[in-house]
């Protein structure tokens, strides 16, 4: 019993000590000032997403089986046509590809990008292909929402993976049908920004929140002059900026650094309700209230029973059947007061106090929460 006991407390300790270290790092950190370019961005300085269709070649026989992808072996078609090449019906019909694969190839194409610079692209199989390992993606166009060629990949995968099979066992190591290529991917089209257009550009807060958006517009109205900024909503201020690029720039890299006051966060927790994880900012707290915890457990378990035909029985035959046996068990729930806490380390300390897994906190929160006590906004990811 004392074995098993031991264990049982270490797993409700530990999440809860990690959880208490991530509130005192939150609470230490609020006390430093945060800059403008980590709470907002300037509007229109965006990067874009980027797509294509394409081919990896040079596998070692672990490629698509095209009798069941037809699009591997359109896909090399259609290549071999631009190089000069065309195959036959029956050529076509009959092609096996074991060393090519279709891949789908996607990239970020950031701010500013001119033609020439590089990219790096993600390349993921979207066939039966078994592994991209040693193969090369052959030039592939990226293309944007608009559907116009931004930039051209090609170059050799790296794949973060290992894998062999043979004889029905099979042993493998991270993801095989996944690479990527560094700097994989040249620029071929210039995205126009509206950076230099007008004489003032928007600031774009990350989270919306009138109170810091108040506190962006007044230090930049503290450092440049009354009247330079304005918070037009809870996510937005407009900031007049120089019209020449050169000074606009730098009016831009000096405002990002501006500083601002720090301010307490709307208080919120959030709830993974797939791993179990809750996560607690430092403007928790907690009302006074009771909570009745106990556990509810049903046991099932079958015994395989043999039913056998007398001695001198003709016809008979052995059948082998199940008995289930059902047992229900509720551990007694014990009523805890929990008092009212207006720090974190002590919302903790009273959770903690009820000795539950993070699995029935999940649950307990909820319930907290319905019932008025619990003064945060409850967000379930």
């Known amino acids: 019993m004392h074995t098993s006991h031991t264990p049982h407390k270490t797993r409700q300790f530990w999440p809860w000590a990690a959880l208490w270290l991530f509130a005192s790092l939150l609470l230490g950190g609020a006390a430093h000032a945060s800059r403008i370019k980590e709470v907002a961005e300037v509007e229109g300085v965006r990067s874009n997403q980027l797509t294509g269709f394409g081919l990896v070649v040079g596998l070692d026989g672990t490629g698509d089986q095209t009798t069941q992808m037809p699009y591997t072996s359109q896909g090399i078609t259609n290549y071999l046509k631009q190089l000069g090449i065309t195959l036959p019906a029956a050529a076509v019909a009959q092609l096996q590809l074991k060393n090519v694969a279709a891949v789908l190839v996607t990239a970020q194409l950031p701010a500013f990008a001119r033609p020439g610079q590089t990219i790096d692209v993600n390349v993921s199989s979207m066939g039966n292909s078994k592994s991209l390992k040693g193969g090369m993606l052959i030039s592939t166009p990226l293309k944007g929402a608009d559907g116009e060629v931004y930039a051209l990949a090609q170059g050799n995968l790296i794949v973060a993976g290992a894998g062999a099979a ?136 079958t015994t395989p029973v043999i039913s056998q035909p007398n001695p001198l029985s003709t016809g008979g035959q052995t059948v082998v059947a199940e008995k ?15 008092p009212a806490s207006t720090q974190l380390s002590d919302v903790v300390r009273a959770l903690n106090a009820l000795g539950a897994t993070p699995q029935d906190l999940l649950a307990i929160l909820q319930a907290i929460k ?7 906004e409850l967000e379930v990811i």
């Open 324 to 338: 289930s046996n059902i047992q229900i068990r509720q551990e007694p729930g014990m009523l805890i007061q929990l």
């Open 370 to 376: 319905a019932a008025g006590a619990l003064n945060a």
């Open 166 to 301: 043979a004889g029905g066992s099979k042993v493998q190591i991270n993801h095989l049908s996944s690479g990527r290529i560094p700097s994989g991917a040249q620029v071929e089209r210039t995205v126009p920004t509206p950076l230099l257009e007008g004489n003032s550009i928007n600031l774009g807060l990350e989270a919306s929140d009138f109170q810091t958006a108040r506190r962006v517009a007044q230090a930049i109205n503290k450092r440049f002059g009354e009247g330079s900024a304005r918070a037009l909503d809870g996510r937005t201020v407009k900031v007049n900026a120089p019209l020449d690029s050169d000074a606009r720039v730098s009016f831009i890299a000096e405002m990002e650094e501006l500083s601002l006051e720090s301010s307490i966060p709307s208080a919120k927790v959030v709830i993974n309700s797939r791993t179990g994880s809750i996560v607690l900012n430092g403007a928790v707290t907690l009302g006074a209230c009771a909570i009745a915890h106990g556990n509810l457990s049903v046991s099932i378990t």
